[in-house]
C-alpha cells in the first residue's frame, strides 16, 4: 500500500512551547488528510480534516487556534501544538488519501508528544 | 449520531486458539467497514475491509463478514499466533463524507 511518513515519532516539550508535527505522503497525492488523537487505551478522536490548498475542517470541541493545520501542498500536512500544555501530551496520528471519500486513507507511525 | 462498538478488552488467548473480536455499527446509510490492527507504539495498518452487505473481508488469517440484518463486522481468527498480539479496531467510513468512525479498540494478548 501507499506509504505515509510522519515526523517525529516521539517529541518531548516544555510547557508553554509549541511543537510541530509533519505528516507526508510519499507515494501519491493526498488531497485530503486526517489528523487524529488517541489517549492511552483509547480509540482514536477525529481532530479535523484537510483538504490541500484550504482551510482545515475541525471536529466539536477542537480547538482550531491551539491545533494549527496547515495542508500547503499535495504530499505535506502539519499539525502545530501552540503553546502546550501537559494535558496536551497524547499520541498523534495522520492519515492521508487521494482522491474521493470512498478512497482508502492510509496512516503514519503516530507522534507521542509529552509535555513536561 | 455514527458509532461504532466494540467487544471491550483485553482478549487473552494461548496460542493456536481461536479469536472473536465483536462489533457493531449504527446502520447510518450503507458504510462501508474496516478492521485496523495498531502494533505497540505504532500507527495504524489496515486488515481487512468490506463495503457491502455479505462481503468478506480477509487478511492474514482473519476473517470479517459485513452482516447488514445485525450491522456487525466480527473479526475472527482460526488460530491465533503470538505475533497477533495488538490492538484491533473496528471502524465505519462514511459514503458522503468519507471519515473514518472507530471503535474503542480491542487489546489482544496472545500467550505461548
Known amino acids: 500500500g501507499a506509504v505515509v511518513s510522519q515526523h517525529p515519532s516521539r517529541v518531548i516539550c516544555k510547557s508553554g512551547t509549541s511543537v510541530k508535527i509533519e505528516c507526508r505522503s510519499l507515494d501519491f497525492q493526498a488531497t485530503t488528510m486526517f489528523w487524529y488523537r488517541q489517549f492511552p487505551k483509547q480509540s482514536l478522536m477525529l481532530m479535523a480534516t484537510?483538504?490541500?490548498?484550504?482551510?482545515?475542517?475541525?471536529e466539536q470541541g477542537v480547538e482550531k487556534d491551539k491545533f494549527l493545520i496547515n495542508h500547503a501542498s499535495l504530499t505535506l500536512s502539519t499539525l502545530t501544538v501552540t503553546s502546550a500544555h501537559p494535558e496536551d501530551s497524547s499520541f498523534y496520528i495522520c492519515?492521508?488519501?487521494?482522491?474521493?471519500?470512498?478512497?482508502?486513507?492510509?496512516f503514519g507511525q503516530g507522534t507521542r508528544l509529552t509535555v513536561v | 449520531g455514527d458509532s461504532v462498538t466494540q467487544m471491550e478488552g483485553p482478549v487473552t488467548l494461548s496460542e493456536e486458539a481461536f479469536l472473536t473480536i465483536n462489533c457493531t455499527y449504527t446502520a447510518t446509510g450503507y458504510p462501508s467497514l474496516f478492521w485496523y490492527v495498531q502494533y505497540p507504539g505504532e500507527g495504524l495498518q489496515l486488515l481487512l475491509k468490506a463495503t457491502k452487505a455479505d462481503d468478506k473481508g480477509s487478511n492474514k488469517g482473519f476473517e470479517a463478514t459485513y452482516r447488514k440484518e445485525t450491522t456487525s463486522f466480527h473479526l475472527e481468527k482460526g488460530s491465533v499466533q503470538v505475533s497477533d498480539s495488538a490492538v484491533y479496531f473496528c471502524?465505519?467510513?462514511?459514503?458522503?463524507?468519507?471519515?473514518?468512525?472507530f471503535g474503542q479498540g480491542t487489546t489482544l494478548q496472545v500467550k505461548p
Open positions: 484537510s483538504n490541500e490548498g484550504s482551510k482545515a475542517t475541525y
Open positions: 492519515s492521508a488519501r487521494d482522491g474521493s471519500a470512498n478512497t482508502e486513507a492510509f
Open positions: 471502524a465505519r467510513r462514511g459514503s458522503n463524507t468519507g471519515k473514518l468512525i
